[in-house]
Structures are given as structure tokens and as C-alpha cells.
């Protein structure tokens, strides 16, 4: 067990590598900070040459890759770091310089527990990318297929494990400070960035993570997720199919080879909408380095590590809350907060109404170049420490990926109108989900799931209300007339439920018909 002294060790070292950088000016300067943290920054800055303006992404990468991935997740939240802070981290790209390739090849063999030459005919010692967690190499499988090899780092797990030690240590005794600080859920976030690393860090969950998008994204022919080499694939290694494109960031590229472009940014906008509303499932980490323009104006993605979930109910409010900003529905919009918990009920649902119609107004009809979701969704996290708003993990991510989208379709059409292009999306998803063919149908499932659990029923009750004597069970229909025992009664309210349960069945049906 990691001892406090440690800790503090760690972050005052840390801390030094902020204050060169200028990143701690912020927390030093905000009435909000308490007085043994605004006391630990003066101690690490102390003697250090302070720049005028931060740089939060270079201190992010020169702390290490656990930084790294902690300052991404950070730029998620302007309401922690400031707005400032958030957009520089938006900087962090994730790159460092690549391993030597024997290194590489040792940690191949050793999680194949053979030659990688036994399954790769060929293998480019060249990396064609090195991140924090790993460095990819193209290659030839042993039956000529073109193929993309992730390598984990070694020693990375480790280095990541001791800063996430240290991050939630940090983050318990901030949060057990109160105040702002426990409204803004530090431990929560530590907790939700260490269960993305986790998943980045066992590239099987990636692979699976990478075969059920492409499951749930056949409605978008395209949109491509690359098949995966499961004989090739472990816990430190990943292959998948090689991708032969044109990176979304090289525009002078794209437009060269004759991309419509607007069409691109359409099919992007679409796909993550259906992802993130339609499938509860989404590509959490779509900057344009991980975006790739084919042929046939088709997108295809890599890189599924971090990924995002969101349950069918809080999908629907998510749709509605969108297709109420899009129309302008605040009243809908604020009722939905209040209804998902998202606002505390102490609050006035009307006032909820007129804050984010301030957010909200300001921003329709234009392009994105002239006003982003990016810009709205920065201006609603302002509006929540006054009504109290609670952080939501899954919204934070999902925050993150729209202003990646939005970034990347507005650099291949600055003119695009998100509003307009997700409404008959969102629209019809509503139709659908909210509509009522879709409340016939999960009424009829329902009513299906509850003659599923009759007989379960009867065979406990049989067991809680045995037979005198051991003699076989009455009739069916007798316990309607007899109301003496338990068990009769019991056996009146499963009667009743399958009468019910018909009922509903059959009106269901004869609605559909």
C-alpha cells in the first residue's frame, strides 16, 4: 500500500512540472480552491520561471503518458480546468517518440509465446504510429493479408497503475474538502478515467469493443470499422485488417483525390448520432487522426480503446433534450433534467427553462464556424453549479466525442449545421422510440415477459404453500371461489395477471392490425 508520503511526493513532482508550464496559475488564483491546495501549489511552484501564457498540454505530456491520458480526459471538463485549460488540453495528441522495433518484437513474442514469424510473413520495423500505450507496425499475415499490428508498451501497465494510485488518493482527499469541490465529483472522474485505461490497456476488450460496433453499424455502409485478426489478437497485442486511406486531418489531401467533402462531414455527423443515440454504443475517441477518408466517400475508424455506453433511457433523454434545443423546446428540455435527476427538484423548472434558453438561442440557425455545439455545451456547464447539477460520467464522455465530431466536421465543411443535420435523425429516432407503434411493442413485450414468469410463479407458490398431507394439487379454478389461504389468494393474483396479460396481448394486436 502506497503510503501519503509518496503521494505528495509524486504530485509535488508533478506539480513542478505544471508550475514551469504555467498550469497552476488557475487553481492558484480561484477563490474556490482551498486553502491546503492553494498552499501545495505555492511549495511546487516555488523558485520556478512562470511562462505569461499556460501551456497545459506540453506540462500534460511532459509528466508522462498517464498524464497524457489524464489531461484528455480533463478537457472534458471546463467546469474543473476552466474553459481556457480544456480547450489547450484539446492539444494532446497522444504521440511519443516510438520504441526500437527489437524491443517491440521481444514484447510480440513474448504475448504469442512464439516467433512472431510464425504468423506474420513480413513485419515493417518502421512504426506508422507510437502513443502513450502503444506503437502500431503495418504487416503480412503468413496467408498474404495486409494488417495493422498494435504493441502495448512494456512497462506501461505499471506506469499507470502508480499514477492512478496517486490520482485517487489526490481526488478522495479533495473531495472530502466539500464544497464545490465535492459537487464536482473528483473521485468519480478518477474512477471513470481509470476504467477507460483498463480498457486500453487489454487490447481483447478493444478487439471486442471494435467486432460490436461494426455489428451495430451496418446501417452505415459507410462508415467502416476494420475486422479483426482474433488468431493474431491477445491481452498486449492487437491485429486487425489495414486501412488504406487518407487521413480526415490531410484536407489538402482529401480534396486532391476528389473527396466530397460535405458529403464526409454528413456521414460522420450521422454516424456518431446513431452510435451514441440509436445503439447506446460509440466510438469515444474520433479526432481526425483516427478517421480515414476511402474510396466511395466512405469513413473508416481505428482505434477503439476508449469507447462510451449510454442505457436505452437516458438515450431517450439525450434525444429529446437535442431535439429540443434544435426546436427550441426549453420547457421540454429543462422538464427532461429535472425528470433524469440531472437537476436537483429544489429547483424552478421554469428558471432551468429560461437558462437554457440563453445557452440554446444564441446558436441556432448558424454554421459552425459562426457558433459550435462546443461553445453551447462549454456555456451549460457554466449554468450548473447554479442549479446544482451533478456530474454524469456518461455525459462527460459523450461531451468529449461531440466536440471531437463537431471539430473534425467543421475542418472538412466549415458551413455545416449540426442542428440541421442531426434534426431528421434525431426526429425519426424519436418517432420511432417514442412514437406509438414503439409503445405497442413494449407494452406486448412486457405482457410476453410476464406469462413468461407465470409458471416460475406457480412453482413457488407451490413450494411456499405446500399441499396438506402431500395430496396433489386443486384444481385451476378452484381457488378463485375459495378465498381461506395464502396460497388460494396467491393463486387468485396469478390468475388475474394471466387474464391481464391476454388481454393486453390481444388489444395490443388488434391495435397493430
Known amino acids: 500500500m502506497t503510503t501519503p508520503t509518496v503521494h505528495l511526493w509524486r504530485l509535488l513532482k508533478w506539480g513542478r512540472i505544471l508550475a514551469r508550464h504555467g498550469a497552476l496559475q488557475g487553481i492558484e488564483r480561484d477563490p ?295 426546436t427550441g423546446n426549453y420547457k421540454r428540455v429543462a422538464e427532461i433534467h429535472f425528470e433524469a435527476g440531472y437537476v436537483p427538484p429544489h429547483h424552478n423548472v421554469a428558471e432551468f427553462a429560461t437558462a437554457l434558453r440563453a445557452v440554446g438561442e444564441p446558436m441556432r440557425g448558424l454554421a459552425v464556424k459562426d457558433m459550435s455545439i462546443g461553445m453551447m455545451l462549454d456555456s451549460l456547464f457554466n449554468i450548473t453549479r447554479d442549479f446544482d447539477m451533478r456530474t454524469q460520467p456518461h455525459l462527460l464522455l459523450l461531451q468529449k466525442t461531440m466536440v471531437m465530431v463537431e471539430g473534425v466536421a467543421t475542418s472538412l465543411d466549415p458551413d455545416i449545421n449540426l442542428w440541421d443535420t442531426a434534426a431528421p435523425f434525431v426526429r425519426e429516432w424519436i418517432r420511432t422510440e417514442l412514437g406509438p407503434e414503439a409503445a405497442v411493442a413494449d407494452r406486448l413485450i412486457t405482457d410476453l415477459r410476464t406469462l413468461a414468469r407465470i409458471p416460475e410463479l406457480v412453482r413457488n407458490i407451490e413450494r411456499q404453500f405446500p399441499s396438506p398431507g402431500g395430496a396433489p394439487p386443486e384444481p385451476p379454478m378452484r381457488p378463485i371461489a375459495v378465498l381461506g389461504s395464502g396460497r388460494h389468494i396467491a393463486m387468485r393474483y396469478v390468475l388475474v395477471a394471466v387474464v391481464s396479460a391476454s388481454a393486453s396481448f390481444a388489444a395490443a394486436w388488434l391495435a397493430l392490425h
Open 32 to 326: 474556490n480552491t482551498p486553502t491546503p491546495i492553494r498552499r501545495l501549489v505555492r511549495i511546487a511552484r516555488f523558485g520556478a520561471r512562470v511562462p505569461a501564457t499556460p501551456r497545459y498540454a506540453d506540462a500534460f505530456h511532459a509528466i508522462g503518458p498517464a498524464a497524457v491520458k489524464l489531461g484528455q480526459t480533463l478537457a472534458t471538463r471546463p467546469d474543473i480546468v476552466g474553459d481556457a485549460a480544456a480547450h489547450d488540453l484539446l492539444r494532446l495528441q497522444d504521440a511519443l517518440p516510438p520504441l526500437p522495433y527489437e524491443t517491440i518484437h521481444a514484447a510480440m513474442a513474448k504475448a504469442f509465446q512464439r516467433d512472431p514469424a510464425t504468423l506474420f510473413a513480413s513485419i515493417d520495423p518502421v512504426p506508422v504510429g507510437a502513443a502513450s500505450i502503444a506503437q502500431v507496425h503495418r504487416a503480412v499475415t503468413t496467408d498474404g493479408r495486409r494488417v495493422a499490428v498494435k504493441v502495448l508498451r512494456p512497462g506501461v501497465e505499471e506506469d499507470f497503475a502508480q499514477a492512478i494510485d496517486t490520482y485517487e488518493w489526490a481526488a478522495a482527499q479533495i473531495e472530502a474538502m466539500g464544497g464545490e469541490l465535492a459537487r464536482l465529483r473528483p473521485r468519480l472522474v478518477i474512477a471513470t478515467f481509470k476504467r477507460w485505461t483498463a480498457r486500453e490497456l487489454d487490447f481483447r476488450r478493444e478487439a471486442a469493443s471494435a467486432s460490436e460496433l461494426a455489428d451495430a453499424m451496418t446501417a452505415e455502409p459507410d462508415f467502416v470499422v476494420p475486422k479483426i485478426d482474433w488468431q493474431r489478437t491477445t491481452g498486449k497485442v492487437l491485429t486487425l485488417e489495414w486501412i488504406d486511406g487518407i487521413k480526415l486531418s490531410n484536407r489538402a489531401a482529401l480534396v486532391e483525390a476528389g473527396y466530397d467533402l460535405p458529403k464526409l462531414a454528413n456521414t460522420l455527423v450521422h454516424a456518431f448520432l446513431r452510435q451514441a443515440i440509436a445503439e447506446g454504443f460509440f466510438h469515444a475517441d474520433m479526432h481526425q487522426g483516427n478517421l480515414f477518408a476511402l474510396p466511395g466517400d466512405r469513413i473508416a475508424a481505428i482505434d477503439f480503446g476508449i469507447m462510451g455506453r449510454i442505457d436505452r433511457r437516458a438515450r431517450v433523454w439525450l434525444a429529446e433534450i437535442l431535439y429540443g434545443l434544435i
